[in-house]
């Protein structure tokens, strides 16, 4: 329940972050611009200082109400929600930020209603006709009804919310919202609070002071820097060593999430962040300091940039000593818990000779919930499925079938498929851990079993091996295999697919040295590459993304598969395999280790992908290969392994 509930607010958070940052590089023209043209600015000039309002005022809040209109309802909802905001526009004295980000996906929702109420009851010749009325006349009444309404009510709330928050900074009460910025950071809410949030508080404040300390609050990188070096330098295990790289990127590439993965391992270092957090705000308070316009990204160059005269000190004791107590006070822990493990591990040899064994048994029962498959012995058909079936559930099914094809074992079929396409009559189904409850609604009948990453060689062997010694009773009991008619056409199916081997990869398929700052960028990237080559269409790229919500493509050693979802088969025009290498690595997985060095995006049409996913796996079997294939420069390399095992099959 906790998990769905912080599943939904991440998604609503990253909606509202999804409807400034594509406008960022507006609010930093406009910061720029302040910064120069103002009386007080760098550049004092009252001619150019005439633009910058008409940016505030009308371009800024226009876009966002489009951008947040087009999220919902592509480029209808984008006109609607624009018209939609002129009205708040025109009734208020105030920036309408948070009226555009209401009325964009407002105006844009009514649109798409009426949208699918008149789907397939307009008369031919006549869609142009209704589709440009339909806004006219909707954006008119939301136009009115934004004047009259939703407006006042914004700038009643926004008015309302300033004088709180001055009274908050009155009673130096300010620095304690940190418990609640520095969690909801953590939880990958930091664009949300500080675009969705801080943002539009601090451009109504800026009007009045010239700066607002509400651009600083979040994107402060002082905590999270002192969290990153005290793990450094005081973190005992090995993952902690990655750290020192993390802080650079995070100090100055303006990357905050690349520590939030830190702090999760060690939750006390929350209360670093908070503390850090805490000292920042009362420092800005008392020093009067501020940005002149937002910051994306939070780096220490962007924050220098956005600083006008005479406030240099202010903001640079601010994440400074952000900075200082954020680290003393993580190494503190460090040192605390360092203590324990000490005070933990005096023990008598004999003691730990008695611990031993335990220890070790308790290691051999990874795959203990194997053991417990009932009648595993009757066991004729395994299931993997994903969201989609057509990637990871693929791969995880190619691993499976060759070593159930090693162990002889020709009584079991293996078959990948979608989640909602599960048979109420497997045997077996395995899914991801985050897919396991929704594969249990569709097969309820089944037995169900999760697993990490698709691609745990470990799992597969141990469960193979459990199968294996079962396989005398039915030599035993003289039972013969006799499939469903389900099981049947698949297996029957995926062997007529095989022996057309329709599709080869080569050349145009392979991109080496690709780069990306998170694995949306490297999706974005397999995405187009998928487009450009005619295999998808552009919308198939969203689809990648909205799968990579659902459950991560990430794969373990190294491997990402991301494809799109089962509702984006119409997206596919042919089946097509694009592979690319990131020498830097693209954090994909949920841990901290979990980074993809090659990335294989895939589209199918049916079960077309079957051969080549059974290709790339038996290619990518050994972790030596793929070491090889993430550092090497030569496509006619990655052809080699890859095509070498096309004849194989």
């Not at 800024?60 to 999220?71: A, C, E, K, M, N």
């Not at 009734?91 to 008149?118: E, R």
């Not at 335990?358 to 004729?380: C, L, R």
Request: hydrophobic share 45%; with cysteine; net charge positive.
């Amino acid at each position: 329940m906790l998990r769905l509930i912080r599943l939904q607010i991440q998604n609503f958070g990253q909606f509202l972050s999804n409807m400034i940052m594509p406008n960022i590089s507006i609010f930093i023209t406009w910061g720029i611009m302040n910064a120069l043209f103002v009386p007080l600015g760098w550049q004092p000039n009252k001619i150019l200082a005439q633009l910058i309002p008409p940016i505030i005022f009308y371009l800024l809040p226009i876009l966002i109400g489009y951008t947040g209109g087009r999220l919902i309802a592509g480029e209808r909802g984008g006109l609607v929600g624009s018209i939609s905001t002129i009205g708040m526009i025109t009734s208020t004295d105030i920036p309408m930020f948070l009226g555009g980000m209401i009325c964009g996906p407002l105006g844009a929702w009514i649109i798409k209603v009426f949208d699918q109420i008149v789907k397939n009851r307009i008369k031919s010749g006549f869609e142009m006709l209704v589709n440009n009325f339909s806004i006219a006349i909707i954006g008119m009444f939301l136009t009115i009804i934004s004047f009259f309404l939703i407006g006042p009510l914004i700038e009643w709330t926004s008015n309302s919310l300033g004088s709180i928050l001055k009274i908050i900074i009155n009673f130096n009460l300010l620095p304690l919202i940190a418990f609640i910025i520095e969690p909801a950071k953590v939880f990958f809410l930091n664009n949300a609070i500080n675009h969705g949030i801080f943002s539009p508080l601090g451009i109504q404040e800026i009007s009045e002071n010239k700066s607002s300390l509400f651009f600083l609050i979040e994107s402060n990188p002082g905590p999270g820097l002192g969290v990153l070096i005290a793990c450094f330098f005081f973190g005992k295990e090995k993952l902690y060593k990655s750290s020192g790289g993390a802080a650079i990127i995070q100090f100055l590439g303006g990357i905050h999430e690349i520590y939030f993965p830190y702090v999760l391992m060690k939750p006390i270092l929350m209360i670093s962040l908070i503390l850090g957090s805490m000292t920042s705000i009362f420092m800005l308070v008392f020093f009067k300091g501020g940005l002149i316009s937002a910051v994306s990204p939070g780096s220490i160059l962007s924050i220098l940039a956005m600083t006008k005269k005479g406030l240099y000190f202010a903001n640079c004791i601010s994440v400074f000593s952000s900075f200082l107590i954020s680290f003393l006070s993580a190494a503190l822990f460090f040192k605390i818990n360092l203590g324990r493990k000490k005070e933990h591990n005096k023990i008598s040899t004999e003691s730990f000779k008695k611990n031993l064994y335990p220890m070790k048994k308790k290691g051999d029962q990874k795959y203990d919930f194997i053991k417990k498959i009932k009648n595993i012995q009757k066991i004729k058909n395994i299931i993997i499925a994903c969201d989609a079936g057509m990637g990871s559930s693929a791969m995880g099914a190619s691993i499976l079938r060759k070593k159930i094809e090693n162990k002889n074992l020709t009584h079991i079929s293996i078959s990948n498929i979608a989640l909602n396409l599960l048979p109420k009559n497997a045997d077996l189904v395995i899914t991801h851990e985050k897919l396991t409850c929704r594969a249990k609604k569709y097969a309820p009948n089944s037995q169900h079993i999760s697993l990490k990453n698709f691609l745990d060689n470990d799992f597969y062997t141990t469960l193979v091996t459990q199968l294996d010694e079962k396989k005398d009773f039915y030599k035993k009991n003289n039972i013969q295999d006799k499939k469903d008619n389900f099981f049947e056409k698949n297996i029957n199916s995926n062997k007529e697919i095989q022996s057309k081997n329709f599709f080869q990869i080569s050349k145009k398929n392979i991109f080496l040295n690709q780069h990306a700052k998170n694995k949306q960028e490297a999706i974005k990237i397999v995405g187009k590459y998928l487009v450009e080559q005619g295999y998808v269409k552009t919308d198939y790229i969203d689809a990648m993304l909205d799968r990579e919500k659902i459950a991560s493509t990430w794969l373990g050693q190294s491997v990402a598969l991301p494809h799109g979802t089962i509702e984006a088969k119409d997206s596919i025009l042919k089946t097509g395999v694009i592979f690319c290498q990131f020498p830097e690595g693209v954090h994909f997985g949920e841990n901290i280790d979990d980074i993809a060095y090659l990335v294989i995006g895939i589209a199918a049409k049916n079960n077309e992908h079957i051969i080549v996913v059974s290709n790339i796996t038996n290619a990518l079997d050994d972790q030596d290969i793929i070491t090889r294939l993430s550092k090497t420069k030569s496509v006619n390399e990655v052809l080699s392994y890859l095509n070498s095992n096309v004849k194989k099959n």
